[in-house]
């Protein structure tokens, strides 16, 4: 089944500086990909997603990117705030079955001031 | 409009008790997911509603797990017997249609079997 790694699995930046998260995916198959913040104590919360029919999608100052080739896609933030420390997921699924995403261990942001 | 809803938001039982959790999904969407979310780890699905028919029930981790869908809406996930390794959020997820959209979460039970 598919299988997804993210990394690395705690980063901390400096307000203002850029943040980016690393996923890979094993199945081929997989078509969409989303990703999720989830502060302490807080459901998920969809901020971004792309599907396999395009390499680059931004909204804002977050962004993402797939390389179908290589089985990764990886989030960008740029001009990070304190707002941003949460704990981010990525994850997967493909059109054949359920859908059910596959999730990442999810990497843990803090933006310092 | 509404989100997601789910109950209890804690849950404290002794090991042995059966417990129920249910979701309230988004009027009208038809896909519900049910996902478990340990300590300091990522979401683990457990299993997948279209209208009231289940799938996909790969991901439940023993047979004192079931859950059912009445009404193409409400959705109920039982553990029988629970046991301290069960202590986890449970979190359902609704979606559209299935098939690749976006799925809105609830804000999850959290479940601590003593």
């Known amino acids: 089944g598919e299988n997804v790694e993210q990394h690395p699995s705690t980063l901390s930046v400096q307000e203002g500086d850029s943040a980016v998260i690393k996923c890979t995916y094993s199945d081929s198959a997989s078509n969409y990909f989303p990703w999720y913040k989830q502060e302490l104590g807080k459901r998920p919360q969809l901020i971004i997603d792309?599907?396999?029919?395009?390499g680059e999608k931004k909204d804002q100052r977050i962004a993402v990117t797939l390389n179908k080739t290589a089985k990764h896609f990886s989030l960008h933030i740029t001009e990070t705030q304190p707002e941003d420390s949460a704990v981010y997921f990525c994850a997967a699924s493909k059109p054949a079955g359920s859908e059910k995403l596959v999730f990442g261990k999810g990497m843990k942001l803090t933006v310092n001031p | 409009g509404a989100g997601v809803s789910q109950s209890p938001s804690n849950k404290v039982t002794e090991k042995g008790k059966d417990v129920e959790l249910r979701c309230d999904p988004i009027?009208?969407?038809?896909?519900l997911y049910w996902y478990r979310q340990s300590l300091g780890q990522g979401l683990e699905f457990l299993i997948y509603?279209?209208?009231?028919?289940?799938?996909?029930k790969s991901g439940l981790p023993s047979d004192r797990f079931s859950a059912e869908r009445t009404g193409g809406s409400v959705s109920t996930l039982t553990i029988q017997r629970t046991q301290q390794e069960d202590s986890a959020v449970y979190l359902c997820?609704?979606?559209?249609?299935?098939?690749?959209?976006?799925?809105?979460f609830g804000p999850g039970t959290r479940l601590t079997v003593t």
């Open positions: 509603f279209q209208g009231n028919s289940a799938p996909d």
């Open positions: 009027s009208g969407h038809t896909a």
């Open positions: 792309i599907r396999s029919n395009v």
């Open positions: 997820a609704s979606s559209p249609v299935g098939g690749a959209y976006e799925q809105y």
